[in-house]
């Protein structure tokens, strides 16, 4: 615990690459849930300095690398979710509609306890998003959980940019409704979107045309000199949507604003995006396969406002039996440690294979995010993000043993001690500071809405 | 002709009257008294003079000039530099209450929205108690800015007096202060930015701004045929944070928040003081590496009960450390292991000053928040568990902090030709209820005695 500490105090900001730390170890004898290659029995996963080196059997252990007896457990890949608000300091910058500039890179906790309880329960990766308050909210901010070590070494190395927009009753309610400001409705939605798509091209058109003639005019040193126009960071940020260089996480319910968002972006020529929740998604899988668009759906989570009254179990199993890039998400942070029992009810419900149902919770957020390349599956080359399990991962008997990240162990059920909490308040005793264990959160909130469910009352 | 002999006449006049007026001014001198050097020496018997607030002679064998006035000290009055105060709302107006609703809370105006950087503390002052109070506690000397949020103003120095109007203006645009406090009015009537990722790039967009501003501003003044800018106070009074020639004093307690300061200034390039800075122990080496000077505060967390009982059942007799392990047994093995991270978090927070000052970071003080009536309380945790000596403290206070508000040359240190801003003491200030009796700000006597 101290040395996690000390590591703490000492990652200096800005040079982090290098002083992250990487692990070897040899898992021998697992069944390794490849993701991509199928399971493969009694089966050696060798990482070294933090990528997997080799997967074979009876391999050796390089000298002084750990080696990890996993006869008769499982080992997959890290578990990956594509939304999540685990250890954001502020989730909802809710006071205005269009918050592009925002960034939850920004906003990361990395002292959060939550980030060992989700490492307890196979998480590897989350994707740290803004809440659903603002039709376009602000950038999300993909993590590895490496819990114990600073904000900037929690970054998922050059993971995409990602950014969240939010369509429906939340939008309209907290500015439409709370602030009396567009949108009141879901027209309102699209009209949002579209006005700030326009405004910003027209910006990026001004804006450029100024560079080019104060360059001319400094160079030059004659004429009447250019009307500086500023830079301006949300029309920065609204540009690089458009241009593909950030992956849009767009909160939404309705088929038919699920519709709306696709015809929006192919007016403008976004190309990757995702819905997020997507409850109705399954009313247009076939509109969603031909679009490219991918899902992050709940397995079965509804009826908690009106606009998510029309909802199905078997949402999942429709949109990947249409070839719908599909993941399972927690956006709880009780969930977020179960995500592979939320996985296993796709097989439960809609009789999807093993494997695919695996995929949600691994490989296909991990595309969502950009970062397929990396982690979701255990494939030579790829990150030591790896978990053994007792037992196979989809059945409810079964535990997370270990969690790595990078070949790192973070999280060991054999040296489990209660407290692991690395920040301490000097200033809370122990009768308050020991509800630390206490991590199964109310179900009854919508964690996007975080810190702006008061905004309705306005 | 004429003209030149006016003029010759007039310069000559000018002159003697000048002349006349400094000899006129009558010196002052403190005899026999015990000086507390910042340095953490101490002079016995030792006579300071001073005239027009400026320190003339200092030490033990000084000649007291003709036209001075004594005071005699009776070789029982402990004199030390005048404290300074290195980031204060001494005499700020309040932030007004009850905000009027805003048509879009999306886009407020710059007052709303926290961003307040052309307001002046020497315009703003109000009355305010606190001087008194500061001055009685050995301060001679502040920092202010007004109170606000993310960009509340610039910060001045200025000389105390126990009356507002008698507060001198020492320098000005000494610095910006900033925070990552959002905008005013909460839930209920809030603004942009309401969040600290908010805040984060609201202070890029106004730099922006600012930068365009500016460049229009240039560009007009060589080319009047162009369209005027529109000029604009708030934006205008961030040009020197965008050209880099006046430093940010942003108030961060977190390691995070610090990181997140760093990062505005790799971005931006202006020079920073850490202000507050409660973790700035886990970014010292980076401190120093970016020469960051810390305004530290020492409104240090109380220690927990059972570790100050802990204490002094240790410091008395064997009678009460049969109780006290009594007490010690009725804890669980897990209390146990809270309470040595508490403690541990603890002292991590009370050395924060020491280990600064050990990595070879300027660290000087600033109340930041704390309340006179703690200040002692919280010196003598800082004594006591802080591991700073006394004279530590005294040089904290005093030189380190004028040198890190740009003032080294005049205020800090007892010596000739500085300014003569100290304090009187009735006793050594580490003795019990030590109390001041006068406090010489800027030359001026103001005493306390009866007090």
């Given amino acids: ?458 | 002709m004429r003209k030149h002999i006016l003029l010759l006449a007039l310069l000559f006049s000018g002159f003697s009257l000048q002349a006349i007026q400094a000899q006129t001014t009558p010196a002052h001198a403190l005899k026999n008294i015990t000086i507390h050097n910042a340095d953490g020496s101490v002079t016995e018997s030792a006579t300071i003079v001073w005239r027009d607030g400026v320190i003339e002679a200092v030490g033990k064998n000084v000649t007291i000039p003709f036209d001075a006035f004594e005071i005699d000290g009776g070789d029982s009055l402990h004199v030390y530099p005048g404290f300074i105060d290195g980031f204060s709302t001494w005499g700020s107006p309040e932030p007004p209450r009850n905000l009027p609703e805003l048509d879009n809370p999306g886009d407020p105006p710059y007052d709303r929205a926290g961003i307040q950087p052309e307001r002046k503390p020497s315009v703003l002052l109000t009355e305010d108690k606190t001087f008194e109070a500061g001055m009685k506690a050995g301060f001679t000397s502040a920092a202010l800015y007004p109170n606000g949020y993310m960009l509340p103003g610039q910060v001045e120095v200025f000389y105390l007096a126990p009356a507002t109007e008698s507060i001198g203006l020492l320098k000005e645009n000494l610095a910006l202060a900033g925070s990552f406090e959002p905008a005013p009015g909460g839930w209920g009537n809030g603004a942009y930015p309401s969040t600290m990722m908010g805040v984060m790039a609201q202070f890029r967009q106004v730099m922006f701004d600012a930068t365009a501003l500016q460049q229009h501003m240039k560009y007009y003044a060589q080319n009047p045929e162009m369209p005027a800018p529109k000029r604009d106070q708030v934006l205008e009074a961030l040009f020197p944070l965008v050209n880099k020639t006046t430093p940010l004093y942003f108030e961060v307690d977190t390691k995070e928040h610090i990181e997140r300061l760093l990062k505005l200034q790799d971005e931006f390039g202006f020079s920073a003081v850490v202000v507050s800075g409660k973790e700035a122990y886990a970014k010292s080496a980076e401190l120093k590496r970016r020469n960051i000077p810390v305004l530290a505060s020492i409104d240090f967390t109380e220690a927990p009960d059972w570790y100050t009982k802990m204490n002094k059942a240790e410091e008395s007799d064997k009678e009460d450390e049969e109780e006290s392990s009594e007490e010690m047994e009725e804890i669980s093995e897990e209390e146990q292991s809270y309470r040595d991270k508490r403690i541990e978090a603890w002292k991590a927070e009370v050395t924060n000053i020491k280990k600064l000052m050990d990595a070879g970071v300027s660290v000087g003080y600033a109340s930041a928040g704390l309340e006179l009536k703690d200040l002692s309380k919280k010196l003598e945790i800082l004594l006591d568990e802080g591991g700073l000596t006394e004279s530590d403290a005294v040089k904290l206070m005093t030189s380190n902090t004028a040198s890190i508000l740009g003032l080294g040359n005049t205020l800090g240190t007892l010596t000739k030709g500085k300014n003569a801003s100290f304090t009187v003491f009735d006793k050594a200030m580490s003795e019990d209820k030590a109390k001041v009796l006068h406090s010489i700000s800027n030359g001026t006597i103001h005493e306390f005695e009866g007090n």
């Fill in chain 1, 1 to 458: 615990m101290k040395k996690l500490i000390i590591l703490f105090v000492f990652v200096a900001f800005g040079f982090t690459a290098e002083a992250q730390e990487k692990g070897s170890v040899l898992i021998q004898n697992a069944t390794v849930i490849s993701i991509t290659d199928g399971d493969l029995e009694d089966t050696d996963v060798l990482i070294r300095d933090g990528v997997i080196q080799e997967i074979g059997k009876d391999l050796r252990a390089p000298r002084g690398v750990e080696t990890v007896d996993a006869t008769g457990k499982y080992l997959m890949p890290g578990i990956i979710d594509a939304h999540s608000h685990l250890n954001g300091v502020d989730i909802n910058e809710g006071r205005n509609v269009v918050t592009a500039e925002v960034t939850m890179e920004e906003s990361v906790d990395p002292n959060d306890v939550g980030i060992y309880h989700a490492l307890a329960g196979g998480a590897t990766t989350i994707h740290l998003m803004h809440g659903s308050a603002n039709v376009i909210g602000g950038q999300g901010e993909t993590l590895k959980l490496r819990y114990g070590v600073s904000q900037e070494g929690m970054k998922f190395e050059d993971a995409p940019r990602t950014i969240k927009f939010a369509l429906g009753e939340n939008p309209t309610r907290v500015h439409g409704q709370g602030n009396g400001v567009q949108p009141r409705t879901r027209m309102g939605v699209e009209q949002v979107i579209r006005g700030h798509f326009d405004e910003a091209l027209d910006y990026k058109r001004k804006r450029e045309a100024y560079l080019s003639a104060k360059e001319q005019y400094d160079r030059r040193g004659r004429g009447t000199p250019p009307v500086p126009v500023a830079e301006n960071l949300r029309f920065e940020v609204l540009n690089d949507i458009i241009e593909g260089e950030i992956l849009v996480h767009c909160h939404s319910y309705r088929s038919d604003e699920i519709l709306m968002l696709m015809r929006v972006f192919n007016d403008y020529g976004v190309e990757n995006y995702t819905f997020q929740h997507a409850n109705e998604a399954f009313k247009v899988a076939p509109e969603l396969a031909k679009n490219g668009a991918h899902t992050s759906v709940f397995s079965d989570w509804w009826a908690y406002k009106f606009e998510v009254y029309y909802s199905t179990a078997y949402n999942a199993s429709i949109l990947n039996a249409n070839g719908v890039i599909n993941s399972i998400n927690s956006d709880n942070n009780q969930l977020l440690r179960t995500l592979n029992h939320e996985a296993s009810k796709v097989v439960r419900y809609g009789n999807t294979t093993v494997n695919d149902a695996l995929k949600m919770i691994t490989l296909h957020p991990a595309i969502q995010l950009g970062i397929d390349d990396r982690v979701g599956s255990i494939e030579e080359g790829k990150d030591g993000d790896v978990v053994v399990w007792s037992g196979h991962p989809f059945s409810i008997y079964s535990k997370a043993e270990m969690t790595f990240v990078d070949g790192k162990k973070y999280f060991d059920l054999e040296n489990d001690p209660d407290d692991m909490r690395i920040q301490i308040n000097p200033g809370t005793d122990f009768e308050d500071g020991s509800n630390y264990r206490e991590i199964v959160s109310s179900r009854d909130e919508d964690a996007c809405m975080q810190d702006a469910f008061i905004l309705f009352q306005n």
